[in-house]
């Protein structure tokens, strides 16, 4: 076993962390209430709803702050609000999430080519610079879609041919 | 000290520094080099995005039926000693993990977990590089427009370039 530096005291900063004056971690060490002031605590003003926000059915407000630029709508807003309807120790309440927000792909791409904007999805995932400091990564990337494309495309042909023959009685 | 990382940290941490690529178990490693107790402490710092466990990758990365793969606080929980404390600041997801939660209960562990305190560290770290004894500036790797944000986003996730941290340059900050 290899041991690098046996006297610890040439580690720069070494103990510079044990000084109780400065132990930011532990602050409950030095509680004098001016954090919460527990009961006089007065709650600062809170943000207004001006869209509208989905709430945990785990709390009986609305958070103290909350994004406002992207309120839930389509398909995926709706599967969002159907997903609130758990509280989050339930999968109904995640699955749905992650759910609506590949929906949520889906609607943007949608809302791209309704507004005449073709998205490059080669710029947007940035395979330049994949391809720029691991073209292997790369090749092996386009070589497994284009088997996996050919296998499904196999599978479906072959199939329609058993279903054809079928059809017309052969 | 130990830390089964890249050589990174040996020169950061000043600490003896393993790549658990290069070894078989890194749980019986730990075992091995504390005299078969196990580590007193063990920190979880990897999080969703462990490598080193087909299992968890499989489940964890790719097919993403648990929130991340929980390689790394599955060997922590198995490597420390009993009644020692595991300590977790690696980010997992709000679903579920395969952890051996049983080896817990049983070795008496405490476990402990946060994300950074930031707002009440940073007075104490901003002390540390007034001081000297870190130099953030020597992890950044890659300083990139903000324009080029998709391929900026590349390097750091897919670990390019050996990327560790990336400052990018607002087109205000260039005039």
């Known amino acids: 076993m290899e041991n690098t530096n046996l006297n610890y005291k040439n580690i720069p900063g070494w103990n510079s962390d044990a000084d109780p004056e400065n132990e930011p971690t532990y602050p409950m060490k030095k509680y004098t209430g001016d954090d919460h002031a527990r009961l006089n605590w007065k709650r600062p003003p809170l943000q207004t709803p001006t869209t509208e926000i989905l709430k945990s059915i785990e709390r009986p407000n609305l958070s103290a702050t909350f994004g406002t630029p992207v309120p839930p709508?389509?398909?995926?807003?709706?599967?969002?609000?159907?997903?609130?309807?758990?509280?989050?120790?339930?999968?109904?309440?995640?699955?749905?999430?992650?759910?609506?927000?590949?929906?949520?792909?889906?609607?943007?791409?949608?809302?791209?080519?309704?507004?005449?904007?073709?998205?490059?999805?080669?710029?947007?995932?940035?395979?330049?610079?994949?391809?720029?400091?691991?073209?292997?990564?790369?090749?092996?990337?386009?070589?497994?879609?284009?088997?996996?494309?050919?296998?499904?495309?196999?599978?479906?042909?072959?199939?329609?041919?058993?279903?054809?023959?079928?059809?017309f009685g052969f | 000290m130990w830390s089964i990382d890249w050589n990174l940290q040996r020169k950061f941490a000043f600490c003896e520094a393993y790549n658990f690529k290069s070894m078989k178990d890194p749980v019986l490693f730990l075992k091995k080099t504390t005299d078969w107790f196990g580590a007193d402490v063990c920190i979880d710092a990897v999080g969703?995005?462990?490598?080193?466990?087909?299992?968890?990758?499989?489940?964890?990365?790719?097919?993403?039926?648990?929130?991340?793969?929980?390689?790394?606080?599955?060997?922590?929980?198995?490597?420390?000693?009993?009644?020692?404390?595991?300590?977790?600041?690696?980010?997992?997801?709000?679903?579920?993990?395969l952890v051996p939660i049983g080896n817990v209960v049983n070795k008496g562990l405490t476990i402990r977990a946060n994300q950074t305190s930031v707002k009440r560290l940073l007075p104490k770290l901003i002390g540390h590089i007034e001081a000297g004894h870190i130099s953030p500036k020597e992890i950044i790797t890659h300083h990139i427009p903000l324009e080029e944000i998709s391929d900026a986003y590349r390097i750091f996730s897919d670990k390019l370039d050996n990327c560790i941290k990336t400052v990018l340059i607002p087109p205000s900050a260039r005039k």
Not at chain 1, 118 to 124: D, I, K, L, S, W
Not at chain 1, 128 to 135: G, L, P, Q, S, V
Not at chain 2, 65 to 88: E, F
Request: glycine share 8%.
């Open chain 2, 48 to 97: 969703c995005e462990a490598e080193g466990s087909p299992l968890q990758t499989i489940t964890g990365r790719k097919l993403m039926m648990q929130a991340g793969s929980a390689t790394a606080l599955h060997w922590a929980i198995n490597s420390v000693k009993k009644g020692g404390i595991v300590s977790v600041v690696g980010v997992y997801g709000p679903t579920d993990n």
């Open chain 1, 73 to 167: 709508s389509g398909l995926s807003g709706m599967i969002r609000r159907f997903a609130f309807k758990f509280d989050e120790s339930e999968y109904g309440h995640w699955l749905n999430l992650l759910l609506a927000d590949r929906v949520n792909v889906v609607e943007g791409v949608i809302d791209d080519l309704l507004h005449g904007h073709v998205p490059n999805c080669f710029a947007e995932e940035g395979w330049k610079a994949e391809w720029k400091y691991n073209k292997k990564n790369v090749v092996k990337k386009v070589v497994k879609v284009a088997l996996l494309t050919a296998a499904v495309v196999f599978l479906f042909t072959k199939n329609k041919e058993k279903k054809s023959k079928n059809i």
